[in-house]
T-cell receptor, first 109, second 113 residues
Framework: KNEVEQSPQNLTAQEGEFITINCSYS?????LHWLQQHPGGGIVSLFM???GKKKHGRLIATINIQEKHSSLHITASHPRDSAVYIC???????????FGQGTRLTINP | NAGVTQTPKFQVLKTGQSMTLQCAQD?????MSWYRQDPGMGLRLIHY???????DQGEVPNGYNVSRSTTEDFPLRLLSAAPSQTSVYFC????????????FGEGSRLTVL
């Protein structure tokens, strides 16, 4: 079993829909990161969380440390949000970053 | 400009050749790491370092070598390239504490013939 599990693996939605991507992890962590990668593109950091909730524009990220779970929400989704979204955690013990497999999001106009 | 600088962006090698992918950051980050990304797969950790003089293996270390003589630099060496090492490679660094943002290099596309 992977230390970091994302769901769903693939998600297709219509423009304007509310999107939720989930991340569950099994190790103790010092931080959790949400990343975005457009097709053929580089990897960009969206959020770094150690507790609570953060918001940037239409993106919201939450984390529940007790339940070892984080969610990334996109409100009023747009075709330009189409990308792979990756969850990564910083392992408290080994200190290394552990990545989920990513969620491929496609927003149709 | 602050960030992670990764070079080269593209490289073609013949089987058996060696090369070094360079990675440098100017944010005084202790943690640096190398990943490979293959089509349809997630990022796989090759090697990582939690500080100068300290390196450790990730999940796919075979065929790769690293060193961390300074906080700024974390080069990845391919000692004898193989076609199975054809991939896109990313370097990343992360700070610690509440400002511990994660930064990636732009990626290096390596083809081994």
């Amino acid at each position: 079993k992977n230390e970091v599990e994302q769901s769903p693996q693939n998600l297709t939605a219509q423009e304007g829909e509310f999107i939720t991507i989930n991340c569950s992890y099994s190790v103790g962590i010092s931080a959790l990161h949400w990343l975005q990668q457009h097709p053929g593109g580089g990897i960009v950091s969206l959020f770094m969380l150690s507790s609570g909730k953060k918001k940037h524009g239409r993106l919201i990220a939450t984390i529940n440390i007790q339940e070892k779970h984080s969610s990334l929400h996109i409100t009023a989704s747009h075709p330009r949000d189409s990308a792979v979204y990756i969850c990564a955690v910083r392992d408290l013990g080994a200190q290394k970053l552990v990545f989920g497999q990513g969620t491929r999001l496609t927003i149709n106009p | 400009n602050a960030g992670v600088t990764q070079t080269p962006k593209f490289q073609v090698l013949k089987t058996g050749q060696s090369m070094t992918l360079q990675c440098a950051q100017d944010m005084n980050h202790e943690y640096m790491s190398w990943y490979r990304q293959d089509p349809g797969m997630g990022l796989r950790l090759i090697h990582y370092s939690v500080g100068a003089g300290i390196t450790d293996q990730g999940e796919v270390p075979n065929g790769y070598n690293v060193s961390r003589s300074t906080t700024e630099d974390f080069p990845l060496r391919l000692l004898s390239a193989a076609p199975s090492q054809t991939s896109v490679y990313f370097c990343a660094s992360v700070g610690t504490g509440d400002t511990g943002e994660l930064f990636f290099g732009e990626g290096s596309r390596l083809t081994v013939l």
